[in-house]
């Protein structure tokens, strides 16, 4: 059982279905990603769009990390909630005019940059407006991540990035565009990594890459090698904090630092996922022919990763511990797909029972929608229950 019996007293009386943030779990977290990112002078960033809570945000802005956003919004949002214009990166295959000019309004750290045509549309904005603009190129390294196909970046058949064969093509063009100053080279393979040797992977194609850079006189002053570093959602209890140590020993261990360059990371999911769960109640226990259904009042409107990405989250039920039964686990919505679990031993279950998915502080609350016309999710935090 990972809540007390007060918390749960106090979950019993507040309306389902809800997020619950565990602030002190989130800073045990950000504590151990300082201590392992500091001593080696990695830089990271968090990303936004796993979490963008006020209180998640203000939690991280405390250890000093910078920002990592993909929407003009973000940008914004970032710059309100106090992250440093200096430490914010700005990513994505479509920016559009508006969020362009915000962004370099705001003077943030660097763009990254993901084709040829957005770096002749950031030159032109900046030079209307009067200002230079700093740049990395994204480049697509062609690793897989060995992750989920929708949440793969960085194979040329993915939308991301330049693709190393046009490099030549965009330095020679990036001689004319008088506005862009290129600083970085940025990188992100997917998300959800948990077979690390990828990163070892990423290290050695970054290395190459450096050369032809050398080769062609190019200082390049950082490199940004995304995020991606996974959870355990399997068995969240066991690794309630990722191991932020073998992740950055990695790139300690094999990515070949240029003298005066700096090594930046961008992570979401690994700083915000365990310290966030959906509390639930049971609609409705009904038997079917092959196995029991558990229906929820939370569905894929609060949680859309299972549907979307076929993930998995562990449900456990706070209320019972009689004997086990299989069930699968659904929600309200008119989908088939609004599925958390099939097939999973649970003690028997009844109407009101209390669930709780687990992991669920990164892209959970930020995906949910208002489908079926439901209700905004709320969320509660740890430090005000
Ligand atoms: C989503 C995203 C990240 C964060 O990925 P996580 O798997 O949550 O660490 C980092 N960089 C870019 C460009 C992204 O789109």
Same mark, same amino acid.
């Given at each position: 059982?990972?809540f007390?019996?007060?918390?749960?007293?106090?979950?019993?009386?507040?309306?389902?279905?809800?997020?619950?943030?565990?602030?002190?779990?989130?800073?045990?977290?950000?504590?151990?990603l300082?201590?392992?990112?500091?001593? *080696?002078?990695?830089?990271?960033?968090?990303?936004?769009?796993?979490?963008?809570?006020?209180k998640i945000?203000?939690?991280?802005?405390?250890?000093g990390?910078?920002?990592? +956003?993909?929407?003009?919004?973000?940008?914004?949002?970032?710059?309100?909630?106090?992250?440093? /214009?200096?430490?914010?990166?700005?990513?994505?295959?479509?920016?559009?005019?508006?969020?362009?000019?915000?962004?370099?309004?705001?003077?943030?750290?660097?763009?990254?940059?993901?084709s040829?045509?957005?770096?002749?549309?950031?030159?032109?904005?900046?030079?209307?407006?009067? @200002?230079?603009?700093?740049?990395?190129?994204?480049?697509?390294?062609?690793?897989?991540? /060995?992750?989920?196909?929708?949440?793969?970046?960085?194979?040329?058949?993915?939308?991301?990035g330049?693709?190393?064969?046009?490099?030549? @093509?965009?330095?020679?063009?990036?001689?004319?565009?008088k506005?862009?100053?290129?600083?970085?080279?940025?990188?992100?393979?997917?998300?959800?990594?948990?077979?690390?040797?990828?990163?070892?992977?990423? +290290?050695? =194609?970054?290395?190459?890459?450096?050369k032809?850079?050398?080769?062609?006189?190019?200082?390049?002053?950082?490199?940004?090698?995304?995020?991606?570093?996974?959870?355990?959602?399997?068995?969240?209890?066991?690794? !309630?904090?990722?191991?932020?140590?073998?992740?950055?020993?990695?790139?300690?261990?094999?990515?070949?630092?240029?003298?005066?360059?700096?090594?930046?990371?961008?992570?979401?999911?690994?700083?915000?996922?365990? +310290?966030?769960?959906?509390?639930?109640?049971?609609?409705?226990?009904?038997?079917?022919?092959?196995?029991?259904?558990?229906?929820?009042?939370?569905?894929?409107?609060?949680?859309? =990763?299972?549907?979307?990405?076929?993930?998995?989250?562990?449900?456990?039920?706070?209320?019972?511990?009689?004997?086990?039964?299989?069930?699968?686990?659904?929600?309200?919505?008119?989908?088939?797909?609004?599925?958390?679990?099939?097939?999973? @031993?649970?003690?028997?279950?009844? =109407?009101?029972? !209390?669930?709780?998915? *687990?992991?669920?502080?990164?892209?959970?609350?930020?995906?949910?929608?208002?489908?079926n016309? *439901?209700?905004?999710?709320?969320?509660?935090?740890?430090?005000?229950?």
């Amino acid at each position: 059982m990972i809540f007390s019996k007060e918390l749960l007293n106090k979950f019993e009386l507040i309306e389902t279905p809800f997020y619950f943030y565990d602030l002190g779990l989130l800073k045990k977290t950000l504590d151990i990603l300082n201590r392992e990112s500091v001593k *080696r002078k990695f830089k990271v960033h968090y990303a936004l769009k796993a979490n963008s809570n006020n209180k998640i945000l203000k939690t991280i802005l405390g250890y000093g990390l910078g920002a990592d +956003c993909v929407s003009g919004n973000e940008v914004e949002l970032a710059v309100k909630s106090g992250f440093k /214009n200096t430490q914010i990166v700005f990513a994505g295959v479509g920016k559009t005019d508006i969020e362009i000019k915000t962004a370099i309004n705001h003077k943030i750290f660097c763009f990254n940059v993901e084709s040829l045509q957005e770096m002749e549309v950031i030159n032109l904005i900046a030079s209307s407006i009067d @200002q230079t603009a700093n740049i990395a190129l994204r480049i697509n390294p062609n690793i897989n991540a /060995n992750t989920h196909h929708y949440i793969t970046t960085g194979l040329e058949e993915n939308k991301f990035g330049i693709n190393a064969s046009e490099l030549a @093509q965009v330095i020679d063009k990036l001689n004319s565009f008088k506005n862009l100053k290129l600083i970085g080279l940025h990188f992100h393979i997917g998300s959800q990594i948990t077979y690390l040797n990828v990163f070892k992977e990423l +290290c050695i =194609r970054i290395n190459e890459l450096q050369k032809w850079f050398a080769d062609h006189h190019i200082h390049i002053d950082h490199i940004n090698a995304g995020g991606g570093l996974g959870v355990n959602y399997e068995k969240p209890d066991e690794n !309630l904090i990722p191991n932020f140590k073998i992740f950055f020993e990695i790139f300690e261990k094999f990515f070949e630092t240029v003298p005066g360059q700096s090594l930046h990371f961008e992570i979401g999911r690994a700083i915000v996922a365990q +310290c966030g769960s959906l509390i639930s109640k049971v609609l409705y226990v009904k038997e079917g022919v092959n196995t029991n259904f558990v229906i929820l009042d939370a569905g894929m409107t609060e949680l859309i =990763r299972p549907a979307l990405y076929q993930a998995y989250h562990k449900v456990e039920n706070l209320s019972s511990s009689g004997q086990q039964k299989k069930y699968d686990v659904v929600g309200p919505i008119c989908e088939t797909s609004d599925t958390f679990v099939k097939s999973v @031993q649970l003690p028997e279950t009844k =109407r009101g029972d !209390l669930f709780v998915i *687990r992991s669920t502080g990164a892209y959970g609350e930020v995906m949910s929608s208002g489908y079926n016309l *439901r209700t905004k999710v709320k969320s509660y935090y740890s430090d005000e229950l």
